[in-house]
């Protein structure tokens, strides 16, 4: 152990504010074992997603472990999807798109991930939140 | 291989809320063992590393932590959770 980094958390909303928000439950809860980075917004800083930014954001909370990214509503997931497939290709198996919900699917899917987890526990631990 | 047993009373505030059962899960998955809690001695069980399920375990304060564990270094994951629960997540 101690050389395999942790699966990365990636927070995208249409709201600046609910990303940031989001991102420092998961800081204060979970703590900064984590790569983790939070998007939200459209490029002219009104409501909405960028797939530049998300990419970045991608990019920011990269581990070899691979990154999984938490959306809202509709163009989040959409968004984030095209940042994916915009990614290298050698980069894009390692990246998912959880089905969850964003606020605690980033606290569960970073506890998870700060655990050591693979990125098929993380995502299913978030996952897990919608299996009533 | 023997199962070790611990409990351990919530004497914290809020008892076994979001962010004591993040700090539970996370000290759970640190042993090899497998870790398992429940609010009565005799169960229903639920696994400690996984954080969703802990979450919704929602022990009060007053309430009594059962833990129960199987493996190499179950001796030490039910001291180390009980010790947790004894120190109240570090949160007071």
């Known amino acids: 152990m101690g050389e395999q980094k942790n699966v990365g958390i990636v927070i995208v909303s249409h709201s600046a504010k609910v990303a940031e928000g989001a991102a420092d439950m998961v800081r204060q809860m979970v703590g900064d074992s984590v ?5 939200g917004g459209n490029a002219d800083g009104g409501l909405g997603t960028d797939v530049g930014a998300i990419m970045g954001a991608i990019d920011k909370a990269w581990s070899e472990s691979g990154v999984a ?3 809202d509503l509709g163009g989040a997931e959409t968004n984030s999807e095209m940042a994916v497939e915009m990614m ?6 390692r990246i998912v798109i959880c089905n969850a919900p964003l606020v605690e699917g980033a606290v569960m899917a970073a506890t998870e991930a700060s655990g050591g987890s693979s ?3 993380v995502r299913a631990t978030a996952e897990e939140l919608m299996g009533g | 291989m023997q199962e070790v047993k611990g409990h351990a009373l919530l004497t914290n505030e809020v008892g076994l809320h979001a962010r004591p059962s993040v700090k539970l899960t996370q000290l759970a998955k640190r042993f090899a063992a497998t870790v398992e809690i429940a609010i009565a001695a005799d169960g229903p069980w639920t696994d400690a590393k996984s954080p969703v399920k802990i979450m919704r375990v929602k022990a009060a304060k ?3 932590l059962y833990m129960r564990a199987n493996g190499a270094d179950a001796e030490d994951a039910v001291r180390a959770l009980a010790d947790l629960v004894n120190r109240k997540f570090d949160e007071e």
């Open chain 1, 35 to 39: 790569p983790l980075a939070a998007v």
């Open chain 1, 69 to 71: 990214i938490l959306v």
């Open chain 1, 88 to 93: 290298p290709e050698d980069r894009r198996e």
């Open chain 1, 119 to 121: 990125l098929d526990a």
């Open chain 2, 62 to 64: 007053g309430e009594t």
